[in-house]
């Protein structure tokens, strides 16, 4: 993929299309989902008081289950899915469940998904060793199943995610973050647990594919991040109206803003850096901060990367054989590209 210039290639128009709801992706593997959350409901289950209340309520909250059903749609590219797909989709759900509450517990976040985070609820430490507990258990279950090629991918991204997480907090400068340095965070953060997600459900009834459904997954997580990125700019709070800047407001350079500070004058550049010099930023501040953004093309280029990690995802399923399955992973990239939330 290059990353040069500012136009979408004009292929992504092909990937662009009516959106299918997440809902219609999913309907060819129904059942098989709903088996995955009462895998995951099973692997949590504890007879520890603590732990029963804290798995009850990351269940109540957990999000639209996109990496199991990639996994699934993986494993049913060549229409013969194995049964133990359904185990391994609930292993990488517990990972990515375990990320979050991590997340959380390092950003002080008190909201996800319109719901109060563990660590609002309990304390910082009891949701880390909740998250490490999540951890232990995916894992436990692929030991379980004697299942080391599965267990060396989840293993790998893992670790991908944690060196990510910790490259992104000794970064000491944000506003020295480049472009490149933009990438290697959200491949290592996001798109590593989606690769990982595809590659196994591709070991579990489509191995010859292996390769390129993770690539699928590589380029479509760094698609979703970026979109997820653009809509802190765009999507407006339900209490104010307005885009919410959370990472702005928690000092995070993304890139919308990364772009659009190589076109700002110095006077503009000043404004972001005065943000960035304060804990806790004005509303006002963030609000004008968003407007620079947008005026000097930021949100454009997003937009336009973005679309290109969208045509690397699609070529990455041409040797895909023509199945339902691979209509639908199709079909997750313009449910990714066009997702508001």
Do not use: W
């Not at 289950?45 to 289950?65: E, F, I, N, Q, Y």
């Not at 990510?164 to 990438?183: H, I, K, N, V, W």
């Not at 304060?278 to 997003?302: F, K, M, N, Q, R």
């Amino acid at each position: 993929m290059t990353i040069s210039g500012s136009a979408a290639p004009s292929s992504a128009r092909e990937v662009l299309g009516a959106a299918p709801a997440l809902q219609k992706i999913q309907e060819p593997i129904r059942d098989r989902l709903d088996a995955v959350t009462a895998e995951m409901l099973d692997a949590v289950t504890s007879d520890a008081p603590l732990v029963a209340r804290m798995s009850g309520h990351l269940m109540a909250m957990r999000g639209k289950m996109l990496r199991p059903t990639l996994l699934l749609l993986s494993s049913a590219v060549e229409d013969r899915p194995e049964p133990r797909a359904v185990k391994l989709a609930a292993a990488v759900e517990l990972v990515h469940l375990a990320t979050l509450v991590h997340d959380d517990a390092v950003d002080h976040s008190v909201l996800r998904r319109g719901m109060p985070t563990l660590n609002s609820l309990f304390t910082h430490q009891i949701a880390v060793i909740m998250g490490d507990f999540l951890y232990s258990i995916a894992l436990a279950r692929l030991v379980g199943m004697s299942d080391m090629d599965a267990l060396r991918v989840l293993v790998r991204a893992s670790t991908e995610m944690t060196v990510g997480e910790m490259r992104q907090l000794g970064f000491a400068e944000q506003l020295s973050f480049t472009e490149e340095d933009y990438y290697a965070l959200i491949r290592s953060k996001t798109a590593s647990l989606m690769s990982a997600a595809c590659e196994i459900g591709a070991l579990a009834g489509a191995e010859r594919y292996a390769a390129a459904l993770a690539r699928y997954g590589a380029a479509l997580g760094m698609a979703f991040q970026i979109v997820d990125d653009l809509i802190d700019y765009t999507e407006a709070s339900a209490t104010t109206g307005k885009p919410t800047g959370q990472d702005l407001r928690e000092h995070k350079a993304t890139l919308p803003l990364i772009a659009a500070m190589r076109e700002m004058p110095k006077s503009a550049r000043r404004e972001v850096e005065a943000l960035f010099s304060v804990s806790e930023p004005a509303d006002d501040a963030v609000a004008g901060v968003i407007e620079l953004t947008v005026a000097h093309g930021g949100l454009d280029y997003a937009r336009a990367r973005c679309a290109e990690f969208a045509v690397d995802a699609e070529r990455a399923l041409d040797t895909i054989p023509e199945t339902v399955a691979r209509t639908a992973l199709i079909d997750s990239i313009s449910y990714v590209m066009e997702r508001h939330s």
